[in-house]
């Protein structure tokens, strides 16, 4: 088997072949192009509850299936995920599944290309661009700027048990953390960094939603991070930033995605200082 050496199109075999696709935080046009050609020549979709319709809607001639668990309704469990697409590809069929930011960041994709690879089913892994990133970026914060931070760590949020030991690890100050899936554990993340020795006045933000017109920040510092209120719908997906390079996105500002229209032109960059400080 190799990976990413033919194209799907390419080949004139019966296997099909599955594309483990990065949708970007959200917005359509962040997608790659290599990921949009992928989504245009699918059969079958197996698509993350944070892909929007925007995205989704590209795999014009494909059959979709959503494996959310968002909304209240039940995960589609992973094992089911893994036959799904290896079936799918025992038919010939150009499967893609498309999941949040980069597949392989926090996405559960290595275990999906590790299934793949023990059923002998030819696969590729189509890069998208992370929300660990993404989000800051779009929020005015570049998550290293020369002076501030010369690095920074991702961590998963969502147990304590994975967020603790490697926040326990990180010396006070010593670079820009980044926590995706960390919004209903904040209070807990917060006090970990502050346990540790972070400084209660190092800035702090939650960029929640980036990409999308749904789009909001909300900037501070640590000590306020745990019990910030944040003024968003309570599905937006947030990622919180601690570290100076925070206190950027005042001087930067943000880049806004508009709602999508008819005659909706270029994303504009708004979010200046003075606009921030209302929200804040
Ligand atoms: C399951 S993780 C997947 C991360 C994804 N693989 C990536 O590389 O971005 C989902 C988390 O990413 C973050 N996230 C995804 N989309 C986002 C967005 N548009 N704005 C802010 N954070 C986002 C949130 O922390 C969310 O809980």
Known sequence: MTIGKSSPAARGDRLGFV????AGPGDPELLTLKAARRLAEADLLL??????????ALATRAQHFSVSKRAGRPAVDQDTIHQVMIRGARRGKRVVRLKNGDPF????GGEEALALRAAGI???????????VAAPALSGIPVTHRGLAAGFTVVSGHAAGAFEPILGAVVPGSMTVIVLM???????IAATLLDRGWDPRTPAAVALAASTPRMHLWTGRLGELGTARLEAPADAPGTIVVGEVANLSALIGGTRTPARTADAGAPRTLDGPREQARKV
């Open 182 to 188: 960390g919004l209903r554990n904040r209070e807990r």
């Open 105 to 108: 960041l926090l996405g559960r």
């Open 122 to 132: 030819p696969f590729e892994v189509v890069p998208g661009i992370t929300a660990a």
């Open 19 to 22: 594309s483990l696709v990065g």
């Open 47 to 56: 698509y993350d509850g944070l892909v929007p319709p925007e995205v989704t």
